[in-house]
């Protein structure tokens, strides 16, 4: 069984980091240079596991579901089913399919982020792509249906995903920690 250079804990084969301290483990090649180690960090800072900044990651993916499921059920359903303008046009069918769309990539992200895939960083970049880019429609079709939206409107369709992703986007592609966790 491998071990870690830097605090000699046992490795599963094949890690890319050691669950304990966090050290970047190379493949040894013989044939090529000698493997370089990160330093490794205090042994009360271990990174493994969902702790830190993911904890608030964790609390948005189990509410956002719901959040989202309850303006399906109360708004999107109801202006669907209620007819009207909105409801009887292929905007109104997008609002739907968006929001149920977004809610299956919210449950995929739980289930990738609960049982710590290595895909979840990226999948969850996608998310944010997603979501920033049907927000943008929604409010440009908003716009041209002169539905009038007041400005904490527009910040929850257009500015809030933004300011998300320009938080979660460096840390999931940064974050000693996101390394460590996401190796499954």
Request: net charge positive.
């Amino acid at each position: 069984m491998p071990t870690c250079l830097a605090c000699s804990i046992g490795l599963q084969p094949g890690s890319r980091f050691c669950p304990r301290c966090g050290s970047a483990l190379l493949a040894f090649n013989p044939n090529g240079p000698l493997p370089r180690f990160s330093p490794p960090l205090h042994p009360s800072a271990r990174l493994e596991g969902i702790g830190g900044w993911l904890i608030f990651m964790a609390v948005s993916l189990a509410v956002t579901p719901l959040f989202v499921a309850r303006k399906i059920v109360h708004t999107d359903l109801a202006v669907f089913h209620g007819g009207g303008i909105i409801g009887a046009s292929v905007v109104g069918s997008f609002f739907v399919l968006k929001d149920f769309v977004t809610l299956a990539a919210l449950l995929l992200m739980n289930w990738l982020f609960y049982t710590r895939k290595q895909a979840f960083p990226r999948a969850m970049i996608g998310y944010f792509i997603w979501v920033i880019g049907t927000h943008l429609l929604e409010a440009l079709m908003s716009v041209s249906l002169h539905i009038s939206l007041h400005s904490s409107a527009w910040v929850r369709l257009f500015w809030s995903p933004i300011f998300s992703a320009a938080i979660w986007v460096p840390y999931l592609l940064i974050s000693r920690r996101v390394k460590a966790t996401f190796v499954g």
